[in-house]
């Protein structure tokens, strides 16, 4: 093992033990655990069209993936007809370098949760070239001000109890905020109203990407992504390109699917953007910047997607839906939280981290963490089987050279 890998585990592993070791980790997650099995049994049994439509969804990521660079320049083509513009980034550094370039610097930007926006850390990214940027999911925002990564990709500071919410808060806010959960939510509505009005752009990821018509879903509760997505005058989105799928209704059928997974039942905003804002009341003549954005600027990124759709096992990796299901179900994950995790988290996020966000060095300890026991391969809706691209990893990882 070398310096540095040593190092890295080292470091998971204190993690780690602390974590497991912290009880308000232990009673946010028993919580949640409940809560998201009590949720979804109902959503489940109150639209159990859902279950037969899983089975349709994988079929549709089945089909997307094989096709997967075709699908993303149908998209590009669908939204510039839209009057967007698109870009294909094939690294972490290109798509900052693409986002940096459009967003230059001393510019406010406001930004909807994105799991490939941690993937890329774009928002340190953008600070450090002179750029405020606010995220404006509560969860996101609260764990900017506590410096910390998300520990569950839904559900981001599901391990912060309300009396650490208010702690972080009065500081922040310099005025003493009440361990009060709708006090705390009508603090930082009040604070975003304002930025939201002075962004100059706004940020959001996609949930899924339909190629026939070039539109955008983001599926969403808080009201946080329709305003970023709307009211800035510029709208980025950073994309993986594996959430292309080929027609509008495929795009509803994954949406559907990936809300009533991810503890959602029903979502009370589900944007759909295929270009910028646009009038014609004035003789019929198109005329593009109405209300919303004046411009859309979309960045797909690869970033080690096409290498994991190069290799039969892996492939279905790239069907995750981010519903966060199998989280719950794991047992590590239901000790330690997203300390099982690197910039993805518990077992599939030990997949993506070894090809996309971190590569084999980083993925070593989270290889080593999963106990390869199923749960999440109940849970899945698209039935992704972690454990056997555990087992090749391991595999890989002793080929390389590592010990564990
Ligand atoms: S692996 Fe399956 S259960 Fe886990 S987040 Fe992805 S789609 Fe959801």
């Known amino acids: 093992m070398s310096a540095s ?28 655990v409940r809560s998201y099995r009590d949720n979804t049994r109902a959503a489940l049994e109150r639209y159990p069209h859902t279950v037969q439509m899983a089975e349709e969804v994988l079929e549709i990521k089945r089909r997307s993936i094989e096709r997967m660079d075709e699908l993303v320049a149908q998209a590009r083509e669908s939204i510039e007809a839209n009057h967007g513009k698109t870009y294909l980034a094939r690294t972490r550094e290109d798509a900052l370098q693409l986002a940096s370039d459009i967003i230059g610097t001393g510019k406010i930007v406001v ?6 926006g941690e993937e890329l850390e774009v928002r340190d990214y953008l600070i450090d070239r002179g750029n405020e940027v606010w995220e404006s999911d509560l969860g996101e925002f609260i764990l900017q001000l506590r410096h910390e990564r998300p520990m569950h990709i839904v559900s981001p500071s599901i391990h912060v109890p309300r009396e650490q919410v208010a702690e972080i808060f009065s500081e922040f806010f310099g005025r003493p905020i009440e361990p009060d959960i709708a006090k705390e939510v009508a603090v930082v509505k009040e604070f975003l109203r304002d930025k939201y009005f002075d962004a100059d752009f706004g940020m959001s990821g996609a949930n899924v990407v339909a190629a026939d018509t070039g539109a955008l879903v983001i599926i969403e509760n808080e009201g946080n992504a329709r305003i970023c997505t709307a009211v800035p005058p510029v709208h980025l989105v950073l994309v993986g390109i594996e959430k292309v799928v080929p027609t509008f209704q495929d795009a509803m059928k994954v949406a559907e699917v990936t809300w009533r997974y991810a503890n959602y039942t029903v979502p009370s905003y589900v944007n759909i953007i295929s270009g910028p804002s646009k009038t014609g009341d004035i003789e019929k003549v198109t005329t593009y910047g109405a209300h919303g954005p004046g411009e859309l600027h979309v960045i797909f990124v690869d970033n080690g997607r096409s290498r994991m759709a190069g290799e039969d096992l892996f492939r279905q990796g790239l069907y995750c839906l981010r519903c966060g299901g199998c989280m719950y179900e794991c047992p590590v994950f239901q000790q330690v939280a997203g300390y099982f995790g690197y910039r993805y988290l518990g077992g599939i996020g030990a997949i993506w981290t070894a090809f996309v966000a971190g590569g084999l060095e980083n993925a070593v300890p989270l290889i080593y963490t999963c106990l390869r026991c199923g749960r999440c391969v109940e849970r899945c809706p698209v039935s992704i089987d972690v454990p056997a691209m555990i087992i090749e990893l391991r595999k890989r990882i002793v080929a390389a050279g590592y010990s564990a």
């Open 5 to 32: 890998s040593e190092a890295i585990f080292q470091k998971y592993t204190a993690e780690l033990i602390k974590a497991a070791k912290d009880e308000n980790i232990q009673l946010a997650l028993s919580r949640a």
């Open 111 to 116: 930004k909807g949760k994105s799991i490939l």
